[in-house]
T-cell receptor, first 115, second 113 residues
Framework: NAGVTQTPKFQVLKTGQSMTLQCAQD?????MYWYRQDPGMGLRLIYY???????DKGEVPNGYNVSRLNKREFSLRLESAAPSQTSVYFC??????????????FGPGTRLTVL | AQSVTQPDIHITVSEGASLELRCNYS??????LFWYVQSPGQGLQLLLK??????LVQGIKGFEAEFKRSQSSFNLRKPSVHWSDAAEYFC???????????FGQGTTLQVKP
């Protein structure tokens, strides 16, 4: 099992450009999550998908869109990148969804720089 | 409001010394608590979790944590730190019935030889 995979690992964008971060999991998990990690702020939830076909906003959704393509894949799109979106982005998945006891499994992250 | 606070941003300990990382939470109902570790350039890995029962929880890599409801704390401990423990550590609480996690700010652990 590869677990949670993310592409790309690194990306540099210019302000105003768009891009999509890809995430896939092979654990047959129901729920998937996108976080951003900034120094001194821990991880903040951008969007999550509790099950295939559903998506919900997290703590910091502005400037992002998501697509739950199927049970395995959950993509994050930046339509018009801004320097404030420079961050490390993590995708995670969990088995059940909507369960407080679920363990989340994280991908290796994408380091994004917006110039 | 639900929140998690890790008071120590950065901690340095000598190899072989004991370690305690602090975590305080604010949550109205019974908290479900997690500790994750992030090695440099890596994703997060679960160290341990507490849901109910025995308030002293054992995890991987020799870590343990103690839940103290009266102090709203869930501190992480290790009796003897190894150089490979140098990493960033995150405390988190499971929020409501959404499966979402609320993370603390993280504590960076440096291990001196």
């Amino acid at each position: 099992n590869a677990g949670v995979t993310q592409t790309p690992k690194f990306q540099v964008l210019k302000t105003g450009q768009s891009m999509t971060l890809q995430c896939a999991q092979d654990m047959n998990h129901n729920s998937m999550y996108w976080y951003r990690q900034d120094p001194g702020m821990g991880l903040r939830l951008i969007y999550y998908s509790a099950s295939e076909g559903t998506t919900d906003k997290g703590e910091v959704p502005n400037g992002y869109n998501v697509s739950r393509l199927n049970k395995r894949e959950f993509s994050l799109r930046l339509e018009s990148a801004a320097p404030s979106q420079t961050s490390v982005y993590f995708c995670a998945s969990s088995e059940h969804g909507r369960v407080r006891t679920d363990t989340q499994y994280f991908g290796p992250g994408t380091r994004l720089t917006v110039l | 409001a639900q929140s998690v606070t890790q008071p120590d941003i950065h901690i340095t300990v000598s190899e072989g010394a004991s370690l305690e990382l602090r975590c305080n939470y604010s949550y109205g109902a019974t908290p479900y608590l997690f500790w994750y570790v992030q090695s440099p350039g890596q994703g997060l890995q679960l160290l341990l979790k507490y849901f109910s029962g025995d308030t002293l929880v054992q995890g991987i890599k020799g870590f343990e944590a103690e839940f103290k409801r009266s102090q709203s704390s869930f501190n992480l401990r290790k009796p003897s730190v190894h150089w490979s423990d140098a990493a960033e550590y995150f405390c988190a609480v499971g929020a409501s019935n959404t499966g979402k996690l609320i993370f603390g700010q993280g504590t960076t652990l440096q291990v001196k030889p």
